[in-house]
């Protein structure tokens, strides 16, 4: 596995160190004791789907509160996203700012999210799927989003927006009053 810090603290893109031969090629896309020997949450206690049927479809910007703020490995495997985080985390330097990184099939890149950080993407291709490794069980009572558009996150989508759900569109924009971490 190979760490690339983002401009974020504590967020990461991860990338495949690929053993190839003459089939192909095997590499490790999590490990317990290589992350943490990189400081990071290294146990996942559920994993999870999304499929997306069309192009420039967006979910986000999702995060959860403490004592339920959750850790996340993303992964596309299948069609291509970009994929944004943003800084919740009052004490952070580097709070409210957002990082946005293309995941695809073809590039292999996982993005690590920490606790305290609110997740979003738009799909660059129909039928895309997105995997989720997240630290903790999903408590609905916890659950939290931002306005997608908040003008507050400075967050750019590279595409029009063709889907989203009424559930993302009526969250409001950032307050700074949730305890995430």
């Known amino acids: ?62 995060y959860a509160i403490a004592p339920h703020a959750e850790t996340k490995l993303v992964r596309c495997t299948m069609g291509a ?39 979003g993407f738009q799909t660059l291709q129909d039928e895309t799927e997105v995997l989720y490794m997240i630290d903790r069980l999903y408590v609905a009572e916890a659950a939290r989003g931002i306005r997608w558009n908040d003008p507050a996150l400075d967050v750019v989508w590279p595409e029009p927006v063709t889907v989203i759900t009424e559930r993302d569109l009526a969250y409001p924009a950032w307050t700074g009053r949730d305890t995430l971490a």
Request: hydrophobic letters at 40%.
């Open 1 to 62: 596995m190979i760490f690339e810090e983002l401009l974020l603290a504590g967020a990461y893109r991860i990338g495949l160190r690929p053993h190839t031969d003459e089939r192909g090629f095997f590499a490790r896309t999590v490990c317990e004791d290589t992350l943490a020997e990189q400081g990071l949450v290294s146990r996942f206690k559920q994993s999870s789907v999304s499929f997306n049927l069309r192009r420039g479809t967006v979910r986000g910007m999702h």
């Open 81 to 119: 996203i970009h994929d944004v985080v943003v800084d919740l985390r009052w004490s952070s330097p580097t709070y409210l700012r957002s990082v946005g990184v293309e995941l695809s099939a073809d590039n292999r890149m996982a993005l690590y999210i920490p606790a305290g950080f609110a997740h």
